[in-house]
C-alpha cells in the first residue's frame, strides 16, 4: 500500500522534473507560468495534466491545437515513478525515503539535461550536498554510529568531487583541453555526500566503464560526429543509481577471492594431488 502511494508521488514529482528539464536549461523560472502547450500556449487544465493518464487519453495530442505532445513526457513520469519505488524496496517507509528520492529526481532532471544540453545545472548539485550531509545522521549506509556517519558524508563528498576534480587536472594537462566538466564534480561530490566514499569511487568506476562501452560501440559504428561533445552525467548517474543495489566495492572483492580459493582448492590443488 505504502509503495503505490510512493509509486504515485513519483509519477507526480516525476511531472515536475519534466517542467525542470524543459525550464531550466532555457533559464525559464520552473514555477511561473503554469504548465501551457509549447505550441499554442494554451495553459493546460489540471484535468489534462495528470501525470501519464492525460498522455493516454488526450492520445498524446494536445487538447486545443492537436499538436502531437512527445512521448518522452509521459516516459519521464513513468521512470520517476519507477525510481521512487525501487528507493520504497530498499530503503522501506523509513526517514531514508526521502532523501534519496530526492536523489532520484535530481539524477533523473541531471540526466535528460546533460543529455542534451551538455550542462549539470549546480542547483542540483549543491543542493544534493548539502541534503547529503544534513540528512547523513539517519543514513545507516554511512555507519553505525551518528558521528561516523556525518564524517563519512564528508569523506565522500570530498572524494567524489575530488576523485574527478583530480581527472579533470590531469585531463587538461595532457591533452589541453577540458576532459571532465566542472558540473560532473559538483554531481559527484553531491551524490559521495549521500553514499560514501567507497560507494562514490565505485559509482565513478561504473560510469566510466559504461561509458567506455558505449564510446566503443558508438566509434565502430561511426556515430560520433567530430567535436560533438559527450555527456558523461548519465552515466555518472547510472553508476550511482546503481551502487545503491551492489554490495561495497570490498565485499565484492572478496566474494570473488573466495570463489578463486574455492577453484584453487577444489580444481587445482585435487588436479595436482591427482598428478602426484
Ligand atoms: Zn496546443
Not at 111 to 135: K, R
Amino acid at each position: 500500500m505504502e509503495g503505490i502511494l510512493v509509486f504515485l508521488l513519483g509519477l507526480i514529482l516525476g511531472s515536475f522534473a519534466n517542467v525542470c528539464i524543459y525550464r531550466m536549461p532555457r533559464n525559464m523560472s520552473v514555477v511561473k507560468p503554469a504548465s501551457h502547450c509549447t505550441n499554442c500556449n494554451n495553459f493546460i487544465k489540471w484535468y489534462d495534466n495528470i501525470p501519464v493518464l492525460s498522455y493516454i487519453i488526450l492520445r498524446g495530442k494536445c487538447r486545443n491545437c492537436g499538436s502531437k505532445i512527445s512521448f518522452i513526457y509521459p516516459s519521464i513520469e513513468f521512470v520517476c515513478g519507477l525510481l521512487f519505488l525501487s528507493m520504497f524496496f530498499l530503503f522501506g517507509f523509513s526517514y531514508m525515503l526521502f532523501p534519496f528520492c530526492l536523489l532520484m529526481f535530481s539524477l533523473l532532471v541531471i540526466t535528460a539535461i546533460d543529455f542534451e544540453f551538455q550542462i549539470i545545472p549546480d542547483e542540483f548539485s549543491f543542493m544534493l550536498m548539502i541534503v547529503g550531509v544534513v540528512t547523513s545522521f539517519f543514513n545507516f549506509m554511512l555507519g553505525d554510529t551518528i558521528s561516523q556517519r556525518i564524517i563519512s558524508s564528508f569523506i565522500g563528498l570530498l572524494a567524489g568531487g575530488g576523485s574527478l576534480f583530480i581527472v579533470a587536472v590531469i585531463g587538461k594537462w595532457l591533452f589541453k583541453k577540458d576532459a571532465m566538466g566542472g558540473g560532473d564534480i559538483k554531481l559527484m561530490a553531491g551524490v559521495g555526500a549521500f553514499v560514501g566514499w567507497e560507494k562514490v569511487l565505485f559509482a565513478i568506476f561504473i560510469a566510466s566503464l559504461a561509458g567506455s562501452i558505449v564510446g566503443i560501440f558508438l566509434i565502430l559504428f561511426k556515430k560520433i560526429i567530430k567535436k560533438q561533445e559527450i555527456a558523461f552525467g548519465p552515466y555518472l548517474a547510472l553508476g550511482s543509481y546503481a551502487v545503491l543495489f551492489l554490495p561495497s566495492p570490498n565485499v565484492v572483492i572478496n566474494y570473488l577471492m573466495m570463489l578463486e580459493e574455492n577453484f584453487l582448492v577444489k580444481y587445482v590443488f585435487t588436479n595436482i594431488q591427482n598428478l602426484g
